[in-house]
């Protein structure tokens, strides 16, 4: 459950409002492929209430120089990511501007040693390192989505949208226009991402049950 929370603690911290996904998506982002068309940002924003829609693409890293691991990437497009939350916030270097730019976060930079301007070799091409970010929003690595979805072959597609509501509208009517005009697309509040999470950890519920009763019988033999 901790870990759950910090995921979705780092999702929240985006800023935004509202996720909006394919039908039948998982809430683990990291599972997901690119299946939402990117031209949905132009219906999402003729939503009531909708102000911004960011297009993301997900990926995974598993080695980087050299190193075995685990490690979420971004494909985003600056401009819509600003509108919808708090935005990529750069404290060394600058933000995503050219072809080929990569932003790490702070906690990824320090643990790979990571430099401005070094190179790194992700998904068979290399990308500069042009700007080191705050960690805790998001994820650790961020790519404009175009390089993104040329790396892993889906041009024109996304995992996900970030939403964000206008100062007239809340969330939760927000959210019921959205279900009225997308019908069967998974449409998730910021605010209950963890409990999302929690509810599609397949397993999670009968790991921790059986858990729990292997140590009631542990005490009671003792």
């Given amino acids: 459950h901790g870990s759950l929370d910090e995921t979705a ?48 693409l997900t990926g995974q890293l598993r080695k980087l120089k050299g190193k075995q691991k685990l490690v979420m990437i971004f494909g985003v497009d600056p401009k819509t990511y600003d509108e919808a939350g708090t ?9 995503l501007q050219e072809p080929g730019d990569l932003i790490v976060d702070t906690v990824l930079a320090a643990a790979d040693d990571i430099k401005i301007g070094e190179t790194l070799p992700i998904m068979g091409r290399d990308f500069n390192v042009a700007g080191i970010c705050k960690a805790g929003a998001g994820v ?17 597609k996304a995992s996900l949208f970030f939403l964000k ?27 209950s991402f963890s409990e999302a999470m929690k509810e599609n950890a397949l397993g999670l519920n009968e790991f921790v049950t ?7 019988l542990i005490s009671y033999l003792v």
């Fill in 210 to 216: 059986a858990l729990s009763v292997f140590a009631a």
């Fill in 87 to 95: 935005g990529i916030q750069i404290v060394e270097g600058h933000g």
């Fill in 140 to 156: 650790r690595i961020f790519m404009g989505i175009t390089d993104m979805q040329t790396a892993t072959a889906q041009p024109g």
């Fill in 165 to 191: 509501v206008g100062d007239g509208s809340t969330v939760s009517e927000a959210a019921v226009a959205l279900e009225e005009r997308f019908e069967g697309y998974q449409i998730t509040a910021l605010e």
């Fill in 9 to 56: 603690d780092r999702i929240k911290n985006v800023g935004a409002d509202i996720i909006f996904q394919a039908p039948h998506s998982s809430p683990f982002l990291a599972l997901n492929s690119g299946v939402v068309d990117v031209r949905y940002g132009a219906r999402l924003l003729d939503v009531p209430g909708i102000v911004a829609a960011a297009p993301v």
